[in-house]
């Protein structure tokens, strides 16, 4: 499915635009992942955010990370940019008067955790410090977003995809991240600085797969006429394709068997 999307004759398609890059905190030149599968830094845990815990990179898309925490499960897998300040060498956290401690849901007994950490780290292979990037961008003066400008974004819900957004909504230093093409399942409010949005072009510049917009369109009263206040329009989704029928619309659908092509489609 990757490598079919052009955001070149997409926007021209939808006749929207692209936001600019200066609404994100990003840096211009995405950060070099240098980093490789099996190394141990220390992250925070997304679950317990003033746990510092010790993190395997099972692996690697672009300028991010997999990252599991050592004693965690294989079912809380997450994401981050190689240049973000939630992950640093081993050593940083007790160098800044810190403890490493267990990932929440540590699938031992929590007094056999420095026994673990010992064994954990012995004979790891440690990402070697100069790999770390030394600062995350600044974010922006201000959230500069307007509704209906297009964007990458992180889909929450599957944290490996990167697809094709709009801006549907501002609220404050808040952006609505609408996906094209999902009818609101996967939409998220977040900060104008989140590190999970970025500009129209990122994954090519990182090898990313960016995802393909969805095939579904949002029905409203007016049927999704543009500018009737619906989050998505159907004139934002060229491809006239509504997934299911009526009766089984909400449930899960099953995997794609159909490339998606659309006139965007190189
Ligand atoms: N398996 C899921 C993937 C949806 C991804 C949507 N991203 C905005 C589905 O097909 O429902």
């Given at each position: 499915q990757g490598g079919h999307f052009s955001w070149e004759k997409y926007l021209k398609e939808t006749g929207a635009t692209a936001a600019p890059a200066s609404c994100f905190r990003q840096s211009l030149t995405p950060p070099v992942n240098e980093f490789k599968a099996g190394m141990k830094l220390e992250a925070q845990d997304p679950r317990n955010t003033t746990s510092t815990c010790i993190?395997?990179?099972?692996?690697?898309?672009?300028?991010?990370?997999?990252?599991?925490?050592d004693g965690s499960d294989n079912k809380n897998d997450f994401w981050r940019l190689v240049d973000s300040s939630e992950i640093q060498p081993?050593?940083?956290?007790?160098?800044?008067?810190?403890?490493?401690?267990?990932p929440l849901g540590f699938r031992l007994n929590a007094s056999s955790w420095p026994m673990f950490l010992l064994k954990t780290l012995n004979g790891a292979e440690m990402a070697p410090s100069r790999i770390f990037h030394k600062q995350?961008?600044?974010?922006?003066?201000?959230?500069?977003?307007?509704?209906?400008?297009?964007?990458?974004?992180?889909?929450?819900?599957?944290?490996?995809?990167?697809?094709?957004?709009?801006?549907?909504?501002?609220?404050?230093?808040?952006?609505?991240?609408?996906?094209?093409?999902?009818?609101?399942?996967?939409?998220?409010y977040c900060r104008y600085d989140s590190r999970d949005i970025f500009p129209?072009?990122?994954?090519?510049?990182?090898?990313?797969?960016?995802?393909?917009?969805?095939?579904?369109?949002?029905?409203?009263?007016?049927?999704?006429?543009?500018?009737d206040g619906s989050v998505e329009s159907s004139a934002m989704h060229p491809t006239p394709v509504v997934g299911r029928p009526p009766g089984q619309r909400g449930r899960k659908p099953g995997r794609r068997k159909t490339?998606?092509?659309?006139?965007?489609?190189?």
């Open positions: 993190a395997t990179v099972v692996g690697l898309t672009g300028s991010r990370l997999r990252l599991r925490l081993i050593g940083n956290c007790e160098k800044n008067g810190g403890m490493l401690q267990p995350e961008p600044p974010a922006p003066e201000q959230n500069s977003f307007q509704v209906g400008m297009k964007l990458e974004a992180v889909d929450r819900k599957n944290p490996h995809f990167i697809c094709p957004a709009t801006v549907g909504a501002l609220r404050g230093v808040e952006v609505l991240v609408t996906f094209d093409g999902w009818r609101g399942a996967f939409d998220y129209v072009g990122w994954c090519s510049l990182t090898g990313d797969n960016l995802q393909p917009p969805g095939t579904k369109v949002v029905l409203s009263k007016s049927q999704g006429a543009p500018g490339k998606v092509t659309g006139p965007w489609s190189q």
